[in-house]
């Protein structure tokens, strides 16, 4: 069952930055690890970045400080700060929420489901 809805991707030069946002309707929003991932065409999808209950975050190795992931618990909302973006950037993001027991880091990709239909960034060089 979905519950969550990406938004905000969109085509940037690089360099550029993006902000993609998640609203997840699921229950117990504000206790969940939540994470983002993203997915090129005949590529297996890979971790981005995650943020557990208390706000603690982890990200993957090639974000190299560019990326912040945020939560807005009163709203529902997720958030994915992207900054000096680059053309191997381009992918389809999704949002998702851990429902296994495991780590909130975006290497536990299996721990996570309930996935969205995802919101598509490019980046030009």
């Known amino acids: 069952q979905e519950h969550a809805m990406e938004s905000g991707g969109g085509s940037v030069q690089a360099g550029g930055s993006l902000r993609i946002s998640c609203e997840d309707s699921?229950?117990?929003?504000?206790?969940?690890?939540l994470g983002w991932f993203r997915q090129v065409p005949g590529k297996e999808r890979e971790g981005v970045a995650a943020i557990d209950h208390d706000g603690t975050t982890n990200y993957a190795d090639f974000v190299r400080r560019r990326f912040t992931i945020s939560r807005d618990n009163g709203k529902h909302l997720l958030y994915l700060q992207m900054n000096n973006l680059q053309p191997e950037d381009t992918a389809m993001y999704y949002c998702?929420?851990?429902?296994?027991?495991?780590?909130?880091?975006?290497?536990?990709?299996?721990?996570?489901?309930?996935w969205g239909q995802g919101t598509q960034v490019t980046v030009s060089s």
């Open positions: 998702s929420r851990q429902h296994k027991p495991a780590t909130c880091h975006p290497d536990f990709q299996w721990s996570f489901g309930d």
């Open positions: 699921g229950y117990a929003f504000s206790s969940a690890c």
